[in-house]
């Protein structure tokens, strides 16, 4: 059955689209998609649970980039295709033991589609996801225990997979992936599980104008002048943080579950200041370290929440509750035109956070570690000095601290 929706939902936009663009003969390299894809929790330990899959349904725009682009990023990429689109995942699809469900989710995306290997009938590659999810649920702990996942009505969608895809004519193709797929609302409120699933899913397209697989053999990619050598960077960035152990103190201390829905957390703000040092070199890429000072405005609070959860003798055995922490970490940094990936993976070499180790893991409070990710996009503006603006997650072993934005200059 949940096969059969998906390959509805596809020929549904598909015969509207062929139907509209009808015999014409050529148009704008434009790709027109529809995607069935099958999801499964890949965490599988929520309460109350008993099925573990879900579908999501998604349409799409693309634009076929092609050798006669004179965009150097395009060629030096191998001319991938980049879509905007629409998605619905049914979380209505999960079964509970109890009586919780959980609701749609609507995301806007944009792809990122590569061919690694381009054939006459057959290609293979993989695609990466950005987008921005609305959630209509909200999290209520009497009559809806098991939406403890997704709390939060906006958050932010990930996806990254591998795909095969075969041409039949000129105009369409079919095709199959594998893809992960990452839903989380940045520790902007609690409980937020997030919801990390791995699956499979079937697509078709139509494109509007015909597909020569021979236009891209042997094309010579010249080299393209940039700015290559050492690149310095300062980073003032920002947001809004749960915090974790104050949540699992208020579990300790209130008995009542009808209650629990009337928590109101605080959103403490959270702060840093970065100084990254990279090495551009070649039109794609950069890579460097950074070495980055960490705010937390909560210390108080979490020592209090820490006395009631651990106990006294553990947080006076602590190492302390200092509001500053310092991390130095590897950066890579992927351009696309003004764009940039922006990827960090760190470590603290000073850092006073409490109580931490096992304790605070098997809580589910993993921002206690030595260690840390970053993950985000920035925009860079030539015309304004080589300032930039853009946001990432910060997270710890995946679980999220809090989705930060950022604003710096390029020196």
């Known amino acids: 059955m949940k096969t059969f929706k998906a390959l509805a939902s596809i020929a549904c936009i598909l015969f509207c689209t062929v139907t509209v663009?009808?015999?014409?003969?050529?148009?704008?390299?434009v790709v027109i998609s529809g995607h069935g894809w099958y999801g499964i929790d890949i965490e599988q330990t929520r309460p109350n649970l008993k099925s573990y899959g879900y579908m999501t349904y998604e349409a799409a725009v693309g634009f076929q980039t092609n050798p006669a682009d004179s965009c150097s990023y395009a060629h030096t990429f191998g001319y991938p295709m980049i879509s905007a689109g629409l998605s619905l995942a049914s979380m209505g699809d999960f079964k509970f033991h109890d009586q919780?469900?959980?609701?749609?989710?609507?995301?806007?995306?944009?792809?990122?589609?590569?061919?690694?290997?381009?054939?006459?009938?057959?290609?293979?590659g993989y695609m990466l996801d950005f987008g921005v999810t609305y959630n209509p649920g909200r999290y209520d702990p009497v009559n809806n225990p098991g939406n403890n996942w997704l709390s939060f009505p906006v958050m932010a969608y990930f996806g990254a997979g591998a795909f095969a895809k075969w041409h039949i004519g000129k105009r369409w193709e079919v095709g199959a992936d594998i893809m992960f797929r990452h839903f989380s609302n940045g520790r902007l409120a609690l409980p937020n599980e997030a919801?990390?699933?791995?699956?499979?899913?079937?697509?078709?397209?139509?494109?509007?104008?015909?597909?020569?697989?021979?236009?891209?053999?042997?094309?010579?990619?010249?080299?393209?002048?940039?700015?290559?050598?050492?690149q310095y960077m300062i980073v003032l960035g920002g947001g809004l943080h749960s915090c974790m152990a104050e949540w699992n103190a208020y579990v300790e201390?209130?008995?009542?579950?009808?209650?629990?829905?009337?928590?109101?957390?605080?959103?403490?703000?959270?702060?840093?200041?970065?100084l990254d040092a990279l090495y551009r070199y070649s039109l794609r890429y950069a890579t460097g370290l950074s070495l980055d000072v960490f705010y937390s405005s909560n210390m108080k609070e979490l020592e209090k929440s820490d006395r009631i959860v651990y106990g006294d003798e553990a947080v006076d055995n602590s190492p302390g509750y200092d509001p500053i922490s310092v991390g130095i970490a590897f950066v890579q940094e992927v351009y696309w035109k003004n764009?940039?990936?922006?990827?960090?993976?760190?470590?603290?070499?000073?850092?006073?956070?409490?109580?931490?180790?096992?304790?605070?893991?098997?809580?589910?409070?993993?921002?206690?570690g030595w260690h840390y990710e970053?993950?985000?996009?920035?925009?860079?503006?030539?015309?304004?000095?080589?300032?930039?603006?853009?946001?990432?997650?910060?997270?710890?072993?995946?679980?999220?601290?809090?989705?930060?934005?950022?604003?710096g200059i390029r020196l």
């Open 100 to 124: 919780s469900k959980l609701p749609s989710l609507y995301s806007v995306f944009g792809s990122f589609e590569r061919s690694l290997i381009r054939k006459k009938h057959a290609s293979f």
């Open 21 to 29: 663009h009808g015999q014409k003969k050529s148009g704008p390299d």
């Open 253 to 274: 201390t209130e008995p009542d579950p009808a209650k629990k829905e009337q928590i109101h957390l605080k959103k403490h703000p959270k702060l840093s200041i970065s």
């Open 374 to 407: 970053k993950a985000g996009l920035r925009y860079y503006m030539p015309k304004l000095g080589d300032t930039f603006v853009g946001f990432a997650i910060k997270s710890h072993s995946i679980k999220a601290e809090y989705l930060e934005f950022s604003v």
């Open 195 to 230: 919801l990390n699933a791995l699956g499979g899913g079937l697509f078709a397209r139509y494109r509007l104008s015909d597909y020569e697989y021979t236009r891209y053999e042997g094309v010579r990619k010249p080299k393209y002048e940039f700015k290559k050598g050492m």
């Open 339 to 368: 764009f940039a990936v922006h990827v960090a993976i760190g470590a603290y070499p000073y850092r006073h956070k409490g109580v931490n180790g096992p304790e605070a893991k098997a809580l589910g409070d993993r921002e206690r």
